[in-house]
Structure formats: C-alpha cells, structure tokens
C-alpha cells in the first residue's frame, strides 16, 4: 500500500513540474521530497518521472499513474468531508452539514481540491 505522503508527494511534483516547488507545496525540503518520489518509484517498480535540466516531466507510467493518484486523492478527500458530515454535531441535530474542521489539514497536495486534482483534465 502507498503511503499518502508519497501521493501528495508525486501529486506535487507532477502538477509544479518541479521538485523545489512541489517541495514548498507540501512543505518539504527538496531533498525530503526527492527522496520520497525515489521510494514511490522502488515501490511501484516504475520510473515515474523524467529529470533533466530544464525541469520534470512525466514518463508514459508516471502519466498512467498520474490518472489513477487523482482518482484516490478525489476519493481521499470525499471521505473526509463524508466523514466531516457524520461527525458534525449540526449534521446529526438535522442542521447544515459543514466539512471537517481537519479535512483541509489533510488535504493530499496542499492546494484547494479542484486546483490540485484538475478537475477536467
């Protein structure tokens, strides 16, 4: 199973299309979130992106994973707010059902959910 940090991780790089930023997106060090890209990568067996000079681009696996780790941070995310729903006390007293006080904190790559997940795309 993957480690959600590292799909935060690997989201961050995919969607900067740069390590450093993707690193200060997730608030890592560079080296930190290098490292975690290269662990994700032992563990799926695959390369998922290339690096060159001019910066980072994904590899035909990276692309294929790339579909799939929006899938799972989009259901991540409707989790938390389900779970936000049923454990808000407004929700069950019949009021407005408002999200977890905590889902943003563990939101999968650190910018708004429709930024991040690329709804559309």
Sequence with gaps: MIDQYLLRYFLAVAETGNFSRAAKRVSVTQPTLSAGIAKLERELGARLF???RQGVALTP???????????????????LVELGEVTDPHAAAGGRAQHHPHAAGRSLAGA?????LGRGA
């Design 50 to 52: 290339d690096r060159d």
């Design 61 to 79: 696996a990276g692309s294929r994973f790339l579909v799939r780790a929006r899938r799972i941070a989009a259901e991540y995310e409707h989790a």
């Design 112 to 116: 708004p959910p429709r930024a991040r």
